[in-house]
């Protein structure tokens, strides 16, 4: 692992990584943790900032250029401030189930999926994070899937009366 290709990148992708990396982190805490807590509250905004930071420094990131410097990502950027701004609104109406499900669908979709994604071969953090070696990134990828779609398939099922 070299920070290196990170230090030398555009400062929107720096801003980027510095909102992500404690956003997974703390999202993957929150979700962890018992909800409805002033500590969860409290931390609950403090991700919501991170995503909208991680959300808003993507449309200065033109790395994939498909159409007038924007790509498909950006798509997921704008999910995700639509997300927040309706995880927010669902929080304050006490309207539980959706307030999980939009946060749960930002943490999925916009932190697990997407930064996957970056650790694709040829990517900048697939260069940060296996020094440019791609075949260990697709091994590392294809045991997450793996992880994931047994997670999600063999997990713990909740009952519909809870």
């Known amino acids: 692992m070299t920070l290196e290709p990170l230090f030398n990148a555009p400062l929107a992708i720096q801003i980027h990584v510095l909102a992500v990396v404690p956003a997974a982190i ?6 962890a ?27 200065f990131i033109h790395r994939i250029n498909l159409f007038h410097g924007f790509s498909p990502i950006h798509l997921l950027s704008i999910a995700v401030l639509a997300g927040s701004w ?13 307030h999980r499900r939009v ?6 979709g916009g932190i697990v999926v997407a930064g996957l994604a970056t650790l694709l071969p040829g ?8 020094s440019g070696d791609s075949w260990i990134a697709v091994a590392v990828l294809v045991l997450v899937a793996v992880a994931v779609v047994g997670a999600i398939r063999f997990g713990p099922r909740r009952s519909r009366a809870a």
């Open 86 to 98: 309706r995880a927010i609104l669902a929080a304050r109406r006490h309207d539980i189930r959706t």
């Open 123 to 130: 990517r900048l953090m697939n260069a940060v994070a296996f």
């Open 26 to 31: 703390l999202g993957a805490y929150l979700l």
């Open 103 to 108: 946060v749960s669908g930002m943490y999925f």
């Open 33 to 59: 943790r018992p909800k409805g807590t002033p500590r969860h509250r409290l931390l609950g905004k403090v991700w919501m900032a991170l995503m909208v930071i991680t959300a808003l420094s993507s449309f």
